[in-house]
T-cell receptor
Framework: DTEVTQTPKHLVMGMTNKKSLKCEQHMGHRAMYWYKQKAKKPPELMFVYSYEKLSINESVPSRFSPECPNSSLLNLHLHALQPEDSALYLC????????????FGSGTRLTVV | QQQVKQSPQSLIVQKGGISIINCAYENTAFDYFPWYQQFPGKGPALLIA?????SEKKEGRFTISFNKSAKQFSLHIMDSQPGDSATYFCAASKATDSWGKLQFGAGTQVVVTP
């Protein structure tokens, strides 16, 4: 299995809603990432988990809350988002360290209304 | 400050032509240079990657050329096909970044006309 699976593929939520994005991989990768991508821009790193522990938080607002329940799963909990948070949210995984062997999921297209 | 500069922003090439995308970096600690291909609504997919001890790497119609002294690398797409129409991102990372942080270029939108 060489895939990173993200659900849902599309999500529309109001600014008072609470929702979660899910990511799963079975490649044995122990580093997992959340990226945010706006239209016509490169992905921007949000969070890095290594061995299920949060290693990097790129100064992301607290309305985004990551969680890594086990080595295969990564969640991103969303609460009180703003319309400017609308974007493609990408999950990725890799062997720990060095930026090699990245595999990205297809992303969740999030629209905040 | 963008650590990897990519050009052009977009390009249009006829079917069968050559697409060339250029990237430049400043940090000599970078030691891994991947290219990603992204179709609309999909995540980036690794296309080809190179390390600085190699000057050229070819995989099918895709070739990376690497110039360590100039701190530049480029992607050549030979015999471009309409199915190659996508956004291409160059990236760089360094072994001292324990958590594998990729520095992306701004991206190039490639359109291959029939």
């Amino acid at each position: 299995d060489t895939e990173v699976t993200q659900t849902p593929k599309h999500l529309v939520m109001g600014m008072t809603n609470k929702k979660s994005l899910k990511c799963e991989q079975h490649m044995g990768h122990r580093a997992m990432y959340w990226y945010k991508q706006k239209a016509k821009k490169p992905p921007e790193l949000m969070f890095v988990y290594s061995y299920e522990k949060l290693s990097i938080n790129e100064s992301v607002p607290s309305r985004f809350s990551p969680e890594c329940p086990n080595s295969s799963l990564l969640n991103l909990h969303l609460h009180a988002l703003q319309p400017e948070d609308s974007a493609l949210y990408l999950c990725a995984s890799s062997p720990v360290g060095q930026g090699r062997g990245y595999t990205f999921g297809s992303g969740t297209r999030l629209t905040v209304v | 400050q963008q650590q990897v500069k990519q050009s052009p922003q977009s390009l249009i090439v006829q079917k069968g032509g050559i697409s060339i995308i250029n990237c430049a970096y400043e940090n000599t600690a970078f030691d891994y240079f991947p290219w990603y291909q992204q179709f609309p609504g999909k995540g980036p997919a690794l296309l080809i990657a190179i390390r600085p001890d190699v000057s050229e790497k070819k995989e099918g119609r895709f070739t990376i050329s690497f110039n360590k002294s100039a701190k530049q690398f480029s992607l050549h797409i030979m015999d471009s096909q309409p199915g190659d129409s996508a956004t291409y991102f160059c990236a760089a990372s360094k072994a001292t970044d324990s958590w594998g942080k990729l520095q992306f270029g701004a991206g190039t939108q490639v359109v291959v006309t029939p």
